[in-house]
T-cell receptor
Framework: SQQGEEDPQALSIQEGENATMNCSYK?????LQWYRQNSGRGLVHLIL?????REKHSGRLRVTLDTSKKSSSLLITASRAADTASYFC?????????????FGTGTRLTIIP | DTGVSQDPRHKITKRGQNVTFRCDPI?????LYWYRQTLGQGPEFLTY????????KSRLLSDRFSAERPKGSFSTLEIQRTEQGDSAMYLC?????????????FGQGTRLTVV
């Protein structure tokens, strides 16, 4: 079953704009991760945020985590055509981490040149 | 190439046939995971190994599915008597292991089509 749900399911923006996607989950987590998947390919890890962290940055990416609301958001700033992909949040609910990940349904992001 | 590799990349098989997929994880990674992904959905967990020990299996992994990691290195996933519902992308991932929460590195996947 899918632990998380991403919102929106699909998003189209102009190149250079910022893209925000949200993830909600159901149970307490050890950490939450965001992955990118280009069409028909494997997943690429973007960023991990631990349950005791509230915000994390990596290049043009900013992730926030609100454990009280069981939600996370991923912000991509100054979007580029190469950012076109599906984005998934994944939760790790294990005690020590690195057991199974439970993925959401994904947000399909399209950057219009 | 030091990433996770999967073989084959594509497999077309007739219903009722057996298929086997292989995954070679990153060499120093103790944990190896199998996921299945259908079109428009996120990956769903199937099973994972710590070295050669299979620690958890999803209820999605019916009796027709078996996974092994005999020497704690590469892994195989076998599907017996394939059904059309088995058509999906099968993804393998590896990670450092317990006490090192971090990213899982995914392979490019094996796309299975059952006709």
């Amino acid at each position: 079953s899918q632990q998380g749900e991403e919102d929106p399911q699909a998003l189209s923006i102009q190149e250079g704009e910022n893209a925000t996607m949200n993830c909600s989950y159901k149970t307490s987590i050890n950490n939450l991760q965001w992955y990118r998947q280009n069409s028909g390919r494997g997943l690429v890890h973007l960023i991990l945020i631990r349950s005791n962290e509230r915000e994390k940055h990596s290049g043009r990416l900013r992730v926030t985590l609100d454990t009280s609301k069981k939600s996370s958001s991923l912000l991509i700033t100054a979007s580029r055509a190469a950012d076109t992909a599906s984005y998934f949040c994944a939760t790790d609910i294990s005690n020590f981490g690195n057991e199974k990940l439970t993925f959401g349904t994904g947000t399909r992001l399209t950057i219009i040149p | 190439d030091t990433g996770v590799s999967q073989d084959p990349r594509h497999k077309i098989t007739k219903r009722g046939q057996n298929v086997t997929f292989r995954c070679d994880p990153i060499s120093e990674h103790n944990r190896l995971y199998w996921y299945r992904q259908t079109l428009g959905q996120g990956p769903e967990f199937l099973t994972y190994f710590q070295n050669e020990a299979q620690l958890e299996k999803s209820r999605l992994l019916s009796d027709r599915f078996s996974a092994e990691r005999p020497k704690g290195s590469f892994s195989t996933l076998e599907i017996q008597r394939t059904e059309q519902g088995d058509s999906a992308m099968y993804l393998c991932a590896s990670s450092l292991g317990v006490f090192f929460p971090g990213e899982a590195f995914f392979g490019q996947g094996t796309r299975l089509t059952v006709v």
